[in-house]
Structure formats: C-alpha cells, structure tokens
T-cell receptor, first 113, second 116 residues
Framework: DQQVKQNSPSLSVQEGRISILNCDYTNSMFDYFLWYKKYPAEGPTFLISISSIKDKNEDGRFTVFLNKSAKHLSLHIVPSQPGDSAVYFCAASRGAGNTPLVFGKGTRLSVIA | DVKVTQSSRYLVKRTGEKVFLECVQDMDHENMFWYRQDPGLGLRLIYFSYDVKMKEKGDIPEGYSVSREKKERFSLILESASTNQTSMYLC???????????????FGPGTRLTVT
C-alpha cells in the first residue's frame, strides 16, 4: 500500500514558467514532509521541507504548500530553469530521525529552453 | 558539510557472487539507511540501522543483509547476487534529535550495480 503517491511520472514545462509537482499521502500520522531532487547517476539532494504545523514554506524559487485536510502537498518552482530538469521525490516522516522517510515514486521534470 | 561516501560508483558482478557495498558518513549520525532505486518504483528501503550493531528490515530485505560494526559505517551484503538485484543502490544517514533538521536524510552518490 503506497502511503506517499506522486501520480505524475513526468512533467514538461517551458523555461521561465511555473512548475507544479504534486504529492498525496494517506497516513495522517505524517508530520513532516520533504522534497528531494535527483540528477542521473547522483544521490538525491534535499531541496525543501515543511512541518505539518505550517501550510507554506518558501526558499528562493521553491515553495512547498501543504493542505492537511486534503493530505496533499505541492512543490512550485518559479521561474523554472533548464537546470531544474531532474527527478523530484516527495517524502514524509512520522517521527524522529530514526524513523525512515517514506518516499513517493518520483516525478521527472523536464524544463525546455 | 555532511558527506556520505559509497565505496564504488559502478560495479559489475556475476550471478551467485557475494557482493559488499560500503557506506561511510562523517557527521556522527546515529541513523543509516540502504535504498535501491529502480525506474518507475522510486526509492525502496532495504534495511536501516539506528545504532551500532542494530538493524531493522525495510520494505524489501529479501536477498540482502547488513552490518554496522562502527557508527560511521554501514555495509550492505548481497549473499548470492541475482540478476534482479541489478539496480542503483543508495546509502543515506540522518541524526536523531528534536529539531526538524533531524528528519533530513543525506544521501551518498549511489552505486550502480549490474549482475550478469
């Protein structure tokens, strides 16, 4: 049973436009959410996170929105750049650092120049 | 800067061989994890460890074992490699703590293992 779902395997966006990546979760015990970015042949790198007590967190071009009632979060990238082309993973946590993150299957973002 | 290193970037092994994948972190993190990444399946947790000599099964432990003799080192062992274990293997570490930074996992560069 998939607790974290990224329903779009891929997304193509024009350079300069907004990219919106979506993530849904089923476990209401999750209290912290993270986005990771992964280039081919590299390990994932942390991008941005949000606590369940917030509904928005912003870091430069990246904003994450959390809708707890809908169990939905989204990552907005504005403006999108060709270097943003990568696979993005949504992850959720339900405890302290020794509780494994639960990852979605990822969304491949292609930003077209 | 947190650094997680993995012993090999690319590895080719034959079916039936015993394979060791090593992971070392330099941030004194308590927790370490092994994942595999396959197209369309995302990151799947194989094993994790929250302390030296402690280990917990993840979602897909079959065919794998782990060893954590020192805090900084976490090894993944394929007892008898099979072709369906061809994959990208990723190691990660995280700290305990009551701050949300403790939830963040830091990943190594990955090992692309091919079993022929």
């Amino acid at each position: 049973d998939q607790q974290v779902k990224q329903n779009s395997p891929s997304l193509s966006v024009q350079e300069g436009r907004i990219s919106i990546l979506n993530c849904d979760y089923t476990n209401s015990m999750f209290d912290y959410f993270l986005w990771y970015k992964k280039y081919p042949a590299e390990g994932p790198t942390f991008l941005i996170s949000i606590s369940s007590i917030k509904d928005k967190n912003e870091d430069g071009r990246f904003t994450v929105f959390l809708n707890k009632s809908a169990k939905h979060l989204s990552l907005h990238i504005v403006p999108s750049q060709p270097g943003d082309s990568a696979v993005y993973f949504c992850a959720a946590s339900r405890g302290a650092g020794n509780t494994p993150l639960v990852f979605g299957k990822g969304t491949r973002l292609s930003v077209i120049a | 800067d947190v650094k997680v290193t993995q012993s090999s970037r690319y590895l080719v092994k034959r079916t039936g061989e015993k394979v060791f994948l090593e992971c070392v972190q330099d941030m004194d993190h308590e927790n370490m994890f092994w994942y595999r990444q396959d197209p369309g399946l995302g990151l799947r947790l194989i094993y994790f460890s929250y302390d030296v000599k402690m280990k917990e099964k993840g979602d897909i432990p079959e065919g794998y074992s782990v060893s954590r003799e020192k805090k900084e080192r976490f090894s993944l062992i394929l007892e008898s490699a099979s072709t369906n274990q061809t994959s990208m293997y990723l190691c990660a570490s995280s700290s305990d703590g009551d701050s949300h930074r403790g939830y963040e996992q830091y990943f190594g560069p990955g090992t692309r293992l091919t079993v022929t």
